[in-house]
């Protein structure tokens, strides 16, 4: 029962260079969503996909691209990365986008340095 | 922007009951109250959330006072492994029908042997 898996765990980028980072979920969930946590604070809305075709921004969408591959597959790329978007970045999911009472299920993160 | 107030940290004595407090005055009357805590860098996890009346599961009980402008999250019984950061959030949907959590800071609990 996996859940939701992220890939990498860990990586190190120098600035400018991109990457993407890879979350799926095997719970058969509609609504997926990316956030970001720097040190010491809560965590932030990065993009969610309500629903498999959807995407929409969420607080800090700057220097990122999502695509909802398909329904358990949400990834986030950053183009031209930049040392401000170190941070530990988490993918969530849920099980329906509207009148939904469920909580998300948290993926174990992916700690991003960029130098 | 996080639409709940909670004190940044708090100690408990193990197997006591935590008490963490959280003010959501500008809720709506639709709007769900969830908890998830953070344990040292994990992601979050779920715990409990309600809308008006009180909730409790295995994991916690959940106390919404009668105007909905507060609530307590109950840990019966701490133990050292409950030492987490705790989350409580007002659930927000858009347009779009997205369940979108909104996380502020939290309250930093520390179960102390």
């Not at chain 1, 898996?5 to 058969?28: E, W, Y």
């Not at chain 1, 530990?88 to 009472?101: D, I, K, N, Q």
């Not at chain 2, 492994?81 to 609990?109: E, H, K, P, S």
Request: with cysteine.
């Amino acid at each position: 029962n996996a859940g939701v898996t992220q890939t990498p765990k860990f990586q190190v980028l120098k600035t400018g260079q991109s990457m993407t980072l890879q979350c799926a979920q095997d719970m058969n969930h509609n609504s997926m969503y990316w956030y970001r946590q720097d040190p010491g604070m809560g965590l932030r809305l990065i993009y969610y996909s309500a629903s498999e075709g959807t995407t929409d921004k969420g607080e800090v969408p700057n220097g990122y691209n999502v695509s909802r591959l398909n329904k358990r597959e949400f990834s986030l790329r950053l183009e031209s990365a930049a040392p401000s978007q170190t941070s530990v970045y988490f993918c969530a999911s849920s099980e329906a986008p509207t009148g939904s009472r469920e909580g998300y299920t948290f993926g174990s993160g992916t700690r991003l340095t960029v130098v | 922007d996080a639409k709940t107030t909670q004190p940044p940290s708090m100690d408990c004595a193990e197997g006591r009951a935590a008490n963490l407090p959280c003010n959501h005055s500008t809720i709506s009357g639709n709007e769900y109250v969830y908890w998830y805590r953070q344990i040292h860098s994990q992601g979050p996890q779920y715990i409990i959330h309600g809308l008006k009346n009180n909730e409790t599961n295995e994991m916690a009980s959940l106390i919404i006072t009668e105007d909905r402008k507060s609530s307590t999250l109950i840990l019966p019984h701490a133990t050292l492994r409950d030492t987490a950061v705790y989350y409580c959030i007002v659930r927000v949907i858009d347009q779009t029908g997205a369940n979108n959590l909104f996380f502020g800071t939290g309250t930093r609990l520390t179960v102390i042997p």
